[in-house]
């Protein structure tokens, strides 16, 4: 087989077999086929597409390219759960420990944030002493005895991935469903589950802007999973203001707490539950969507789901009494009001650039190699249709470094949009793709 021959049958427009595609996957791994190769092929992906086949045959060839998690010695369900990322964005904090204290095992490898999205393991990492980097053992044994861990992705899980994503940032090839698809498809499938519930974002805040490119996205992901012989779903949540009202990475785990612990009703609490509620169905472990919801609403009540977060907590390291003790998180040294300058009904926020905002007082990186402040963030005070009047409190800044801070002070005020009339409500959950 020849390369060139692959990237022309494909900039032609044809579909490529199962054996071209491991040829490209597994020479671009080993270095026979060169980045301006691969780059010329991402291009043609992007422009003409992938069929179903196609795309399946892509993410298990990347799959293959490298060590997969055994987590054979983990008894019951094991399941993940991924989102294609946002703004304040911390679903896995209440999803895990809630799906967890219903008997299921949650083994999930998470990713760092960069840009305006945050990063779960940013956020577990702002808890003093918490570690990301369990080996596989350790790994395995936090899953068996808790039921659940949350830690960093192994450099040897889909080398392909880490590859290809590289090159696709710097080609302008982000931005093709058949790429992303198997690019998160490849890494879930490389953990083992037995289930996984996608969460995928839609919205100004999400990689899919627009409600018809996330479903589809969904869709192909379903999908795969099905053909690779994984029970997945998938359900389609609103990004067009932050999930929650804290980001920030201790911030953020603050919030996860204080909904664990008071049961406060909330975005976060909502999509946590449908997604949870989804793990169940896909588990075994309830038939119907309200006897799964009448068990996680027990779990928050009785407080059992956060006895299994402290206990993860606690096995990989970190400090469990923050779980009644917030003020032991970082916290930083100075909380500053950002006032609204005009009055009326909040009608748009524009997400991402809330995310920068944040990003910009060094609760992000710009950069992979930047280094993040985890005490520092945004706490938001008003959300999508409420009324705001001038001088009263958007949201609240917490600084350590003022270097930014006028600079994002403006790029938050930019992000807000105001109107005489009340906004339509936006739906939270737009629909559920299943099996
Ligand atoms: N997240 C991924 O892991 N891959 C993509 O291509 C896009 C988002």
Same mark, same amino acid.
């Given at each position: 087989? !020849?390369?060139?021959?692959?990237?022309?049958?494909?900039?032609?427009?044809?579909?490529?077999?199962?054996?071209?595609?491991?040829?490209?996957?597994?020479?671009?791994?080993?270095?026979? %086929?060169?980045?301006?190769?691969?780059?010329?092929?991402?291009?043609?992906?992007?422009?003409?597409?992938?069929?179903?086949?196609?795309?399946?045959?892509?993410?298990?060839?990347?799959?293959?390219?490298?060590?997969?998690?055994?987590?054979?010695?983990? $008894?019951?369900?094991? %399941?993940?759960?991924?989102?294609?990322?946002?703004?304040?964005?911390? @679903?896995?904090?209440?999803?895990?420990?809630?799906?967890?204290?219903?008997?299921?095992?949650?083994?999930?490898?998470?990713?760092?944030?960069?840009?305006?999205?945050?990063? @779960?393991?940013?956020?577990?990492?702002?808890?003093?002493?918490?570690?990301?980097?369990?080996?596989?053992?350790?790994?395995?044994?936090?899953?068996?005895?808790?039921?659940? #861990?949350?830690?960093?992705?192994?450099?040897?899980?889909?080398?392909?991935?880490?590859?290809?994503?590289?090159?696709?940032?710097? @080609?302008?090839?982000?931005?093709?469903?058949?790429?992303?698809?198997?690019?998160?498809? #490849?890494?879930?499938?490389?953990?083992?589950?037995?289930?996984?519930?996608?969460? !995928?974002?839609?919205?100004?805040?999400?990689?899919?802007?627009?409600?018809?490119?996330?479903?589809?996205?969904? $869709?192909? =992901?379903?999908?795969?999973?099905?053909?690779?012989?994984?029970? @997945?779903?998938? !359900?389609?949540?609103?990004?067009?203001?932050?999930?929650?009202?804290?980001?920030?990475?201790?911030?953020?785990?603050?919030?996860?707490?204080?909904?664990?612990?008071?049961?406060?009703?909330?975005?976060?609490?909502?999509?946590? =539950?449908?997604?949870?509620?989804?793990?169940?169905?896909?588990?075994?472990?309830?038939?119907?969507?309200?006897?799964? =919801?009448?068990?996680?609403?027990?779990?928050?009540?009785?407080?059992?789901?956060?006895?299994?977060?402290?206990?993860?907590?606690?096995?990989?390291?970190?400090?469990?009494?923050?779980?009644? $003790?917030?003020?032991?998180?970082?916290?930083?040294?100075? !909380?500053?009001?950002?006032?609204?300058?005009?009055?009326?009904?909040?009608?748009?926020?524009?997400?991402?650039?809330?995310?920068?905002?944040?990003?910009?007082? +060094?609760?992000?990186? =710009?950069?992979?190699?930047?280094?993040?402040?985890?005490?520092? +963030?945004?706490?938001?005070?008003?959300?999508?249709?409420?009324?705001?009047?001038?001088?009263? %409190? *958007?949201?609240?800044?917490?600084?350590?470094?003022?270097?930014?801070?006028?600079?994002?002070?403006?790029?938050?005020?930019?992000?807000?949009?105001?109107?005489?009339?009340?906004? $339509?409500?936006?739906? *939270?959950?737009?629909?559920?793709?299943?099996?």
């Amino acid at each position: 087989m !020849v390369i060139t021959d692959i990237i022309e049958k494909k900039k032609n427009g044809l579909k490529l077999t199962k054996e071209e595609i491991e040829f490209f996957i597994n020479g671009y791994v080993d270095g026979s %086929v060169a980045d301006y190769q691969a780059s010329a092929l991402l291009m043609a992906i992007c422009i003409r597409g992938m069929d179903r086949d196609e795309t399946v045959d892509l993410t298990l060839a990347m799959r293959d390219s490298g060590d997969k998690v055994d987590l054979s010695a983990i $008894d019951g369900i094991r %399941v993940d759960k991924h989102s294609t990322g946002g703004v304040g964005d911390d @679903t896995s904090f209440l999803v895990a420990p809630l799906v967890a204290a219903c008997g299921c095992k949650v083994a999930k490898m998470s990713g760092r944030g960069l840009g305006f999205t945050g990063g @779960t393991l940013d956020k577990l990492e702002s808890i003093p002493g918490f570690s990301v980097n369990l080996d596989q053992n350790a790994f395995v044994d936090t899953v068996s005895k808790f039921g659940l #861990s949350i830690i960093g992705q192994s450099k040897d899980i889909v080398p392909a991935d880490k590859k290809l994503y590289a090159l696709r940032d710097v @080609t302008a090839t982000v931005e093709s469903l058949p790429l992303i698809a198997s690019s998160i498809m #490849s890494k879930k499938l490389a953990m083992g589950c037995d289930a996984i519930v996608l969460d !995928v974002k839609t919205g100004n805040g999400a990689l899919m802007k627009n409600l018809k490119d996330s479903i589809k996205l969904a $869709d192909i =992901m379903v999908g795969i999973g099905r053909m690779a012989g994984v029970k @997945t779903s998938a !359900v389609v949540t609103d990004m067009n203001q932050p999930l929650g009202n804290c980001i920030g990475n201790s911030l953020a785990v603050k919030e996860s707490i204080e909904i664990l612990r008071d049961n406060i009703e909330c975005d976060i609490k909502t999509v946590s =539950m449908t997604l949870a509620a989804k793990i169940l169905l896909l588990s075994g472990i309830c038939d119907n969507n309200s006897e799964a =919801m009448e068990m996680l609403e027990d779990k928050f009540y009785s407080g059992k789901a956060l006895v299994k977060l402290a206990q993860m907590i606690e096995a990989q390291g970190g400090n469990a009494d923050i779980v009644d $003790d917030l003020s032991l998180l970082p916290q930083a040294a100075e !909380v500053i009001d950002v006032r609204a300058d005009d009055e009326g009904y909040i009608s748009e926020i524009r997400t991402s650039e809330v995310g920068m905002a944040a990003c910009m007082l +060094g609760a992000g990186r =710009m950069k992979k190699e930047d280094t993040i402040d985890p005490s520092v +963030g945004i706490v938001l005070k008003k959300r999508l249709g409420d009324f705001v009047k001038k001088g009263e %409190v *958007l949201a609240e800044f917490h600084v350590n470094d003022k270097k930014n801070l006028e600079d994002a002070e403006k790029r938050f005020k930019a992000a807000y949009s105001v109107s005489e009339q009340q906004p $339509d409500e936006l739906p *939270l959950i737009y629909t559920i793709i299943d099996e």
